[in-house]
T-cell receptor, first 113, second 114 residues
Framework: KAGVTQTPRYLIKTRGQQVTLSCSPI?????VSWYQQTPGQGLQFLFE???????NKGNFPGRFSGRQFSNSRSEMNVSTLELGDSALYLC????????????FGPGTRLTVL | AQTVTQSQPEMSVQEAETVTLSCTYD???????LFWYKQPPSRQMILVIR??????QNATENRFSVNFQKAAKSFSLKISDSQLGDAAMYFC???????????FGAGTILRVKS
């Protein structure tokens, strides 16, 4: 079975621009969660989508948004990019029950100049 | 809010030796899940082992085992017969009874010396 895939793997943007990252979960998985990893703040939960609905949300500003499609693929969008948004963005998928293990993708490295 | 603390920023171990990574957590929930994830230089987060809080028996996966002390809120990872491929950042993570949000510790860099 193919693992979680994320595209693009690397991205360079300038301040003020917006960006969209994509995550394709493992086949059959209905939950997708997004995390931000930075050297200063570590790994922080952004949000989780399950069956096209946001089920949980972390403490991030409204510039960070996401959505999930009927095939469980998910996108996250960051508008009005700031230098501090430079990070590794990881997505994780699971079947969706709280007993299920989350499996991570390779991440998208976003650099904001 | 739940918190996870890893007090060892960096650890070293000789190849074939045993090393223990520490993790403590704080929660008021009675049912939850604990995980150790490994992140090698490739940045791919890999699940090492998981523990359900309601299970008294410590989880084991080949050379990896945990010492889960629920009352002390402690969850350490023991790696036996360390291999060069074990070198990575190790994260302890907590997930509550509801939802899929993982709360991570700051991580421990493990170096393996040959």
């Amino acid at each position: 079975k193919a693992g979680v895939t994320q595209t693009p793997r690397y991205l360079i943007k300038t301040r003020g621009q917006q960006v969209t990252l994509s995550c394709s979960p493992i086949s059959g998985h209905r939950s997708v969660s997004w995390y931000q990893q930075t050297p200063g703040q570590g790994l922080q939960f952004l949000f989780e989508y399950f069956s096209e609905t946001q089920r949980n949300k972390g403490n991030f500003p409204g510039r960070f948004s996401g959505r999930q499609f009927s095939n469980s693929r998910s996108e996250m969008n960051v508008s009005t990019l700031e230098l501090g948004d430079s990070a590794l963005y990881l997505c994780a998928s699971s079947l969706g029950r709280t007993t299920d293990t989350q499996y991570f993708g390779p991440g998208t490295r976003l650099t904001v100049l | 809010a739940q918190t996870v603390t890893q007090s060892q920023p960096e650890m070293s171990v000789q190849e074939a030796e045993t090393v223990t990574l520490s993790c403590t957590y704080d929660t008021s929930e009675s049912d939850y899940y604990l995980f150790w994830y490994k992140q090698p230089p490739s940045r791919q987060m890999i699940l090492v082992i998981r523990q359900e809080a309601y299970k008294q028996q410590n989880a084991t996966e080949n050379r990896f085992s945990v010492n889960f002390q629920k009352a002390a809120k402690s969850f350490s990872l023991k790696i036996s017969d360390s291999q060069l491929g074990d070198a990575a950042m190790y994260f302890c993570a907590y997930r509550g009874e509801y939802g899929n949000k993982l709360v991570f510790g700051a991580g421990t860099i493990l170096r393996v010396k040959s």
